[in-house]
């Protein structure tokens, strides 16, 4: 079946090497040499729509603009592209969530997929005013996404739970379709919520045998729901006309960074409640204890599954390196285990897209894994497909 894809937005800024920040860093933290105008942004989100991705996710976090005042801009720069807009239940009303997505949806129709970020930083939460620990934040999500789906059916909502009160809500103009929600959690209390809210299952870049487990924890916890999820995953790439060349490129990226600043990253990172960024951390734990991160290769942790931008980047710290051939074959692998959606990103986000895009797309659509966009078109002369399969 073909899967969907989607492109990362640098809300934060962008560079030719990794850029720090992500979850679980303060406001200010992330170094870019790129601004992230609307203009450039505006630039990756028409690549996008160009090589028929489905969507562009946009963060959220202090670390980064707010995503949906970005969305809302960039949907006047496509004309398909849907936004896969990031926000916290609980830091604004349900009804008010609920009419934001509607309004947005009346404007756009169909162009707005909601990724729903419960917060796995206490001290980040603290900052927006909100002082519930990880497990009532997951109990208010919870309360938050049943009153937002009842109010988008058109129910007059009153409400007196543990953490949501709302009386006599309802909404003047109802979201057609629906926006439908993606939920990323690995913790056992985001499991429950994903199973009874979620339409889409994020996970964060993995080696394919945990992505496994994680995909039939959550789809056996859904069944007890009635329901059925379809799942994503989050990653970035490197992909070049050749394995060397991506790996030379992954080099250059660890060559940039020194001991001090991998330490100060990491120390920022061990604060996160996440479990998901635990799992992160984990994946490169062996590289910097021996001090073998230096080298690129000594990251690989499942075949061109690439740990080296977990070493100063919060939240997904994973990256498929390899030619062009190699990144399908990997987008191929977590298919068959069953990704529906991948949402990609890469240092910096609009060349990576080209790479990809030209090197990687056509593949898929030759393996019959993707099939949206423009199939009649194809890009112009791409002479290394030949050798990069």
Request: proline share 5%.
């Amino acid at each position: 079946m073909p899967v969907k894809l989607h492109w990362f937005l640098p809300t934060y800024g962008d560079s030719r090497l990794i850029v720090g920040g992500g979850h679980g860093t303060p406001a200010g933290a992330a170094h870019s040499d790129r601004d992230a105008s609307i203009d450039y942004l505006g630039s990756i989100v028409r690549a996008a729509e160009s090589f028929g991705f489905t969507g562009a996710l946009i963060p959220t976090g202090a670390w980064c603009e707010d995503a949906f005042i970005t969305a809302a801009l960039l949907a006047r720069e496509t004309t398909s592209l849907a936004f896969l807009v990031a926000f916290r239940p609980g830091l604004v009303s349900p009804t008010l969530s609920a009419q934001m997505a509607a309004t947005f949806a009346r404007h756009a129709p169909g162009r707005l997929l909601l990724n729903v970020v419960v917060g796995g930083e206490a001290h980040e939460q603290r900052a927006f005013g909100d002082h519930l620990d990880k497990d009532a934040r997951y109990e208010r999500c919870d309360e938050f996404l049943d009153v937002v789906r009842r109010l988008w059916t058109g129910e007059t909502v009153t409400t007196d739970g543990e953490h949501i009160q709302v009386e006599g809500a309802s909404l003047a103009t109802l979201p057609n379709p629906l926006p439908p929600l993606y939920f990323g959690g690995s913790s056992a209390a985001a499991g429950p919520v994903a199973a009874r809210h979620a339409d889409v299952y994020l996970t964060w870049g993995e080696p394919p045998e945990a992505v496994r487990d994680k995909i039939e924890w959550i789809r056996a916890l859904a069944a007890e729901q009635g329901r059925r999820l379809r799942f994503g995953i989050r990653l970035h790439t490197i992909s070049r006309d050749t394995a060397e060349e991506a790996w030379a490129q992954a080099d250059k990226l660890v060559g940039a960074l020194d001991e001090e600043t991998v330490r100060a990253a990491q120390a920022g990172l061990s604060r996160s409640q996440s479990e998901g960024q635990r799992r992160m951390l984990a994946l490169h734990e062996a590289s910097r204890a021996t001090g073998s991160w230096h080298d690129a290769r000594s990251l690989e942790i499942a075949p061109n599954l690439w740990a080296g931008v977990g070493l100063v980047r919060g939240g997904a710290g994973t990256a498929l390196v390899g030619s062009h051939g190699d990144v399908a074959d990997r987008i191929a692998e977590y298919a068959e285990i069953g990704i529906d959606e991948f949402i990609f990103s890469g240092y910096p986000h609009l060349e990576e897209l080209y790479w990809f895009g030209e090197g990687v797309v056509p593949l898929l659509r030759e393996r019959g894994l993707f099939d949206a966009g423009r199939v009649d078109t194809a890009p112009a002369s791409i002479p290394f497909l030949g050798t990069a399969r």
